[in-house]
């Protein structure tokens, strides 16, 4: 049984401003449209962010699809791949539910010109009746709301006041609220429903005939696609099929860096199978993912398996685990990974329905029996992987020139080595080239020769580079490198002709 949802956890050091500072320093990641002033919730990823990015992205590829996990049966399991178009037929969103039920309640405030959603907002009413209301985010900080109070309540405790949530308050009570960024209260107007989905023309003509919308989620390919990979392939129920691909919402607050952004990157998976077998699958994919991300440097200890109240399950889903975080943001408590979803037969249901094709499948040992599979779904956002990875590599040390290193696993670095000539001398220059070239094809390596050797490993840290070979006057008597490690700065000597070998075995510890 997954964990109930915990927001008691020992606070993190960490500060998200160093993070993203080091991001954009280092090329990792960068404002969209820098130069303009950049816009909200769309980012880039510079050289090493698109690197730390594939890499995690071609691991969980790796896992599901080309090696794909041992069944509980002791043979390996089916999966395919899967890469569906962004834009897809406009009746595939309202079969889906995403045209006519993808809304999020909005309130607008009239002094700020903000727009905010009414479920993320917490107001404080005051017990005695005397005062304005006060509606904060509901990831403000305890200071936070305590200054508000100095300003507006002349510093009268939170204990004063009883907390709830503005789209459960009644709206005749608005005039009382002062908004999150007003200093008059009856400034939010009445919540109204947003559809968070983006929306285009396909076609020369830009009226609703030729609306279509930009996938909010890639999971609605691999449903409309069941039917072809089952008489194109050879795939049985059980099996799953795994797309990677880019999804859009028009998020109103995106936030907390690459977190909540109005484009990002899922990995996903559908894993059909018989309703009898659901249990059986799910406890088999949580375990899985719990396997996955521990080998790409997220410890298990540093995630929170936060197992859905009825209550708050989305209307598809018959159970829901998250897995969680702990974020610099979080505070004390976690915000979410992936989930994995027991999603029934919702999904081909709807889509049978509305287009009329009969997706149901065929048992080959008895071809009587029709049924359509229950789904379970893996679901995890690559983006907010990849923000993980830094957050859990992000390592403070005063010990170093930079403060900081970044404590990336071997095989999710973008950077696997760096060849360091001790000078731009030829000779040493000349054989770290040699070695260059030799290790680029099949390793992601730096040939870095300019400044000082102690700046040159400063940088290597800073990037998340394990390992630096140096080459010195040494390498030409003896043809050995100095091999640096990252984490303990711990040297040794080595063959140069083991440098490979040595490198291969890492990428696997």
């Not at 304005?132 to 009268?156: N, T, V, Y």
């Not at 095989?411 to 001790?422: E, N, R, T, V, Y």
Request: include cysteine; proline fraction near 7%; glycine fraction near 6%.
């Amino acid at each position: 049984m997954a964990a109930e949802k915990n927001t008691h956890a020992a606070p993190t050091a960490k500060d998200m401003k160093d993070i993203v500072a080091l991001c954009k320093r280092r090329g990792f990641i960068f404002a969209a449209s820098d130069i303009y002033g950049g816009l909200n919730g769309f980012w880039d990823y510079g050289p090493l962010g698109v690197e730390l990015k594939n890499n995690l992205r071609d691991r969980w590829w790796r896992d599901m699809v080309v090696t794909p996990p041992i069944g509980p049966d002791g043979q390996p399991i089916e999966i395919v791949g899967l890469d569906s178009a962004i834009i897809q037929n406009p009746k595939c969103w309202e079969a889906s539910g995403h045209v006519g039920g993808f809304n999020d309640p909005m309130v607008d405030c009239k002094e700020s010109k903000k727009r905010y959603r009414a479920d993320h907002l917490i107001v404080l009413s005051p017990n005695d009746g005397q005062g304005p209301w006060l509606a904060f985010d509901k990831e403000a900080s305890a200071d936070e709301i305590a200054q508000r109070l100095k300003k507006h309540a002349r510093g009268r405790p939170e204990s004063d006041y009883t907390r709830g949530q503005l789209d459960k308050t009644p709206v005749a009570d608005f005039p009382k609220i002062i908004g999150p960024d007003a200093k008059e209260p009856g400034t939010l107007t009445e919540p109204r429903q947003f559809n968070m989905m983006f929306h285009s023309y396909a076609g020369a003509a830009a009226g609703e005939e030729n609306k279509v919308y930009l996938r909010p989620e890639t999971c609605a390919g691999i449903f409309l696609n069941f039917k072809n990979v089952l008489d194109s392939s050879r795939v049985r129920v059980p099996f799953g099929i795994a797309q990677i691909g880019k999804a859009f919402r028009n998020e109103v607050t995106p936030r907390n860096f690459i977190f909540r952004s109005r484009e990002f990157e899922q990995m996903e998976l559908e894993w059909f199978c018989h309703q009898d077998d659901v249990p059986m699958w799910f406890d088999f994919w949580v375990e899985q993912r719990k396997k996955f991300w521990e080998s790409v440097g997220l410890p298990l200890n540093h995630l929170h398996f936060y197992d859905t109240p009825k209550a708050d399950l989305a209307h598809y889903s018959a159970r829901t685990i998250d897995f969680e975080y702990q974020f610099p943001f979080s505070g004390d408590g976690f915000d979410e990974l992936e989930g994995i979803a027991h999603r029934g037969n919702f999904d081909l249901t709807q889509h049978q329905e509305f287009s009329k094709a009969k997706l149901e499948y065929m048992d080959p040992t008895d071809n009587t029996k029709r049924y359509l599979p229950h789904v379970i779904e893996p679901s995890a956002g690559l983006s907010r992987g990849v923000l993980a990875l830094l957050c859990e590599a992000y390592t403070p040390d005063p010990n170093r020139p930079s403060g900081v290193y970044l404590n990336f696993t071997p095989a999710m670095a973008p950077k696997k080595a760096a060849i360091l000539p001790l000078t731009a001398k030829e000779e040493h220059a000349a054989p770290a080239t040699n070695l260059y070239l030799e290790l680029r094809e099949d390793f992601a390596v730096d040939l870095d020769i300019k400044q000082n050797i102690g700046k040159r490993y400063a940088r290597q840290d800073e990037i998340g580079t394990p390992f630096c070979f140096t080459i010195d006057d040494q390498t030409n008597a003896d043809q050995t490198v100095t091999v640096r490690e990252r984490n303990t700065m711990a040297q040794e000597r080595i063959s140069l002709d083991k440098v490979h070998e040595y490198l291969r075995v890492k990428m696997k510890a």
